[in-house]
């Protein structure tokens, strides 16, 4: 390793810029990662969303209040994954967010979202709290 940035730390970088943007709601930044035919699916509700225009517009019309953290990032070459906690009008949902990339952009992206449960007291036993290290975003 000789310490110089190569293509996957640039693209680290667009990505964690990616998601500050998204936290500040700065929309151009938020979508310039994205290839023009981008498409975004949420396998949960079971929509797609195809091209850069419909991925921005469905974000923009969200009615919620929403904050970004990103809990870490990880990735190379051409699949990234963002673990991101989203929190709407104050309650935290933790995100998934798969990226595929061509030529520098998000071609597409795959999201995630589960909602926060407690633990079932029967396994009490063989569990330990998760330390609040790693529960906080980078």
Known sequence: MNGAIGPEDDFQARLREHWE???????????????ADAILDYPQSGERF????KIQAQRG??????HFAVRRIFGGGDLWVS???????????YSLSVMEITDGLVTHETQYFADP??????R??????IPARDQQAD
Do not use: Q, W
């Open 124 to 129: 009490a036993a063989l569990a330990e709290p």
């Open 21 to 35: 943007a998204s936290e500040r709601g700065d929309v151009a930044a938020e979508h310039a990662i994205y290839a």
């Open 50 to 53: 195809t091209g850069r225009s």
């Open 117 to 122: 449960f407690p633990a079932p007291p029967g």
């Open 83 to 93: 673990e991101c906690v989203i929190t709407y009008d104050g309650v935290p949902t």
């Open 61 to 66: 019309g969200h009615p919620a209040e929403r």
